[in-house]
């Protein structure tokens, strides 16, 4: 039973191969983690085999790969699908073993899923994790809720995924998903800030050099920062102005829930959320700028003209 | 007359060693910038001497001291100092002679200046500067506005100042400024979001360490940046509770009369000037950490409780 937990032998299960998924993977093999890997899409699974993980073919192939106490690590949408998996996860597994949930998901839903959980003796981990497609490079930000006393066993798989300093331990079950959701809520009101920038550099009366302007403030000024250089990045591509100003956001609606919940103030992320949801002519440079960042940092499709 | 433009024996008149002042003459000193310096209170002439500079007693006496085509560096308050020194400046100046206003200032007086300017023969530049009280190390942000065939004979300057990639000149007189007021329209809808970010933290029902979110978001999520680092460094400060939730902030009016001049969107903009100016006990952690932020970065004074 110990034997999974050493670093040196450590094999875990690992559900859901997307854009996030497949690159999470890649890193823990890199470190050394042995990872069963499972995926609707078996082209995926094929894929991930080529880099070294184990195949398997649904979920209990993936728990009978896996020694000792058992860890599935879950990167599958919100919702519907994370809730089914981990109700199809559990009879296959026994008292001790671990679920870690690294969804986008509302902290309530990391709540209700540690319950039940619980009441088979397994334990649930909810994992916020940042970083896009670029995670697999410069490392992913993990930001865990779960049972204190077993945080040390998955340890290790945050010390292979986070740069230095770059996970941290919250609390219980839902802190995890919820410091998640601030910093999306956070980026939400940085992307506005970006969008609402660059639509005033246009408005001026002279001709103002976009990419010039956000490459400038990219080393030393005070609102330096990755999303800007992003910015700079997308601004240059030959596509950007065929990008339509539509923003593909599926988180919203979890985090409008997260801000209802604790009933805080967030005037700011409020507009985001209407400028993406905005139809209208209207902020077309600032809405596309938006959509061209988030492609940029995760890979998010974006439709063209 | 070419001799003050060539970058190993270029002197050149600077007024105003406040906060920011200062610490550029040092910067331009220590890149072999010989630089003639006035201040209103001599203390700080002083002080700048002791590291190379020359002393001025005034206006005259700097100009006086300068060589071939002069140029003089403004770091004043925008406004009526700002003004006045020009007005007082262009007398004792020559046609061909060239100012560089280095404030914070509404665009449209960069027009009224170099107009002023024009009228004498001398050239005027508007040049916005960022990177607070880090620039002397870092290098500082120069956006710069004014007649582009001269810019040639201050790039050095720029040179000296900024970075690499950290400078640009943008247009006619007036860009500087415009380009340097959306910067500062940016950083106020960061701060904005790390405000909404903190209290957020905080209303949650567990306990969550905020300076252990704002570390662990530092090294590889999608909103590292400056801002957030210096709100870590912030928020572990140990007088970080007894700062007053007041923001003093001077660039509010000419910000918002940008905004309106050029007839921008800018909502969220706008949402962080009323969180500026809001007496109210709402929202106190965020206004702190706004407060305290600016600190960090700007060396802005705080009060305490």
């Known amino acids: 039973m110990i034997f999974n ?3 040196k032998f450590m094999r875990i299960g690992f559900v859901g191969l997307g854009r996030m998924g497949f690159n999470m993977v890649e890193r823990l093999l890199d470190h050394k983690i042995e990872v069963v890997a499972y995926n609707r899409s078996q082209d995926k699974v094929k894929a991930i085999a080529k880099k070294g993980a184990k195949a398997a073919t649904d979920l209990a192939d993936l728990v009978g790969q896996l020694p000792g106490r058992k860890i599935v690590w879950l990167m599958l949408p919100a919702g519907l699908v994370t809730d089914q998996t981990i109700k199809k996860l559990l009879p296959l597994l026994r008292r001790g073993d671990i679920i870690i949930d690294g969804a986008n998901d509302f902290y309530g839903n990391a709540e209700r899923h540690s319950k039940l959980c619980a009441s088979r003796g397994i334990y649930f981990f909810d994992c916020g994790v940042s970083g896009g497609i670029w995670g697999l490079k410069n490392g992913y930000t993990l930001m865990i809720g779960g049972p204190k006393a077993q945080f040390k066993f998955i340890e290790p798989l945050c010390l292979a995924l986070a740069p230095k300093n770059g996970y941290g331990y919250f609390g219980l079950a839902g802190a995890g998903h919820f410091v998640k959701s601030v910093h999306n809520i956070v980026e939400y009101i940085y992307l506005q800030g970006l969008a609402e ?4 550099l246009q408005n001026f009366k002279q001709p103002i050099n976009l990419a010039k302007a956000t490459q400038v403030w990219g080393p030393a000024s005070v609102i330096r920062s990755w999303l800007l250089d992003l910015a700079h990045i ?3 591509r030959p596509d950007f102005k065929k ?5 593909d956001s599926v988180t919203i609606d979890e985090l409008r829930q997260t801000v209802k919940a604790v009933k805080s103030y967030a005037p700011a992320f409020e507009i985001a959320t209407k400028i993406r949801r905005d139809k209208t002519n209207k902020f077309i440079l600032g809405k596309r700028t938006i959509a061209a960042v988030r492609r940029e940092f995760g890979g998010h499709s974006v439709s063209k003209k």
């Open 5 to 7: 937990f050493s670093f």
């Open 234 to 236: 997308a601004l240059k």
């Open 243 to 247: 990008i339509n100003p539509k923003i």
């Open 197 to 200: 920038g660059v639509e005033l």
